[in-house]
Every structure is written in structure tokens, then in C-alpha cells.
């Protein structure tokens, strides 16, 4: 029982939002950690489970993949944005200069200038490499 313990106190916390606003405050609130944090802006998915973004589908299982690679005692955000709010050009995701978002998806690491745009996601030496590299 304790060795569970330990290893899930090491995996990477996973969190999911949809709305901007939701996805504001969970950011800032994860800076004073201290820890990474990654962050995947991605289509929403639909009933069936599928993004209406073929370059989101392309690279979800890419990165799924790579989170397991990430440091311990990171966090990974997933951030699904719906179709209308993503093709107006007044986005607040495409406006905020911290996520300054112009492709989906776009895998990037919280306030660093570490990021992967469009079919970038979907290049496993990539991905794992943005989740190992410290800076």
C-alpha cells in the first residue's frame, strides 16, 4: 500500500478545462508551485470522443504518450476549445500574450518559451523532448 502511495505521489497530475476562464485560474494558481506545467490546447471532442481538428486528432496519442514521460511532481493541462469560440478572431486564446495561440493544437510549457504548433505535436521525439527538457 505504501509503495501506491509514493508512485502516485510522483506521477504527473492530470487536469482538464474547457473555458478560458477556467483555465486562467488554474494556471495562476499552479505558478507558486513551483512546479512544470505543461499545457495542450486542443478541439473539443464530440460525442463519440473525436476532435473536430484532424491535427489534434493526429497528435493526441503522441502526446498521451509523452505525459508519462514528464517530471514528477508536474502538472499537464488539457484545455479543449470548441470550434466557434476558436474560429473568432478575438479568441482570448489567440489575444492573451501568454498563450498567443495561432495553430491547434499547440503543446507548450507555462510561462517559458518552449512550445510545438500544429502537426509538431504530433513528432514523439519532440513532444518528449519538450516534456524533459528543464529550459
Known amino acids: ?15 482538464k478545462v474547457t473555458g478560458y476562464e477556467e483555465f486562467t485560474k488554474l494556471a495562476e494558481s499552479l505558478e507558486s508551485s513551483g512546479e512544470p506545467v505543461h499545457i495542450l490546447f486542443t478541439g473539443s471532442k464530440d460525442e463519440n470522443g473525436e476532435s473536430w481538428c484532424p491535427y489534434c486528432v493526429q497528435a493526441a496519442p503522441v502526446v498521451t504518450k509523452a505525459v508519462e514521460t514528464a517530471p514528477e511532481k508536474s502538472h499537464f493541462i488539457t484545455v479543449e ?42 513528432n514523439a521525439d519532440l513532444v518528449e523532448m519538450l516534456f524533459q527538457d528543464e529550459d
Open 1 to 15: 500500500m505504501r509503495a501506491s502511495l509514493v508512485r502516485f505521489a510522483k506521477m504527473v497530475v492530470k487536469h
Open 81 to 122: 476549445i470548441e470550434r466557434p469560440f476558436w474560429k473568432d478572431l478575438n479568441c482570448p486564446y489567440r489575444k492573451d500574450p501568454r498563450t498567443h495561440l495561432v495553430f491547434l493544437p499547440t503543446l507548450l510549457r507555462w510561462r517559458s518559451p518552449q512550445r510545438l504548433d500544429g502537426s509538431q505535436c504530433a
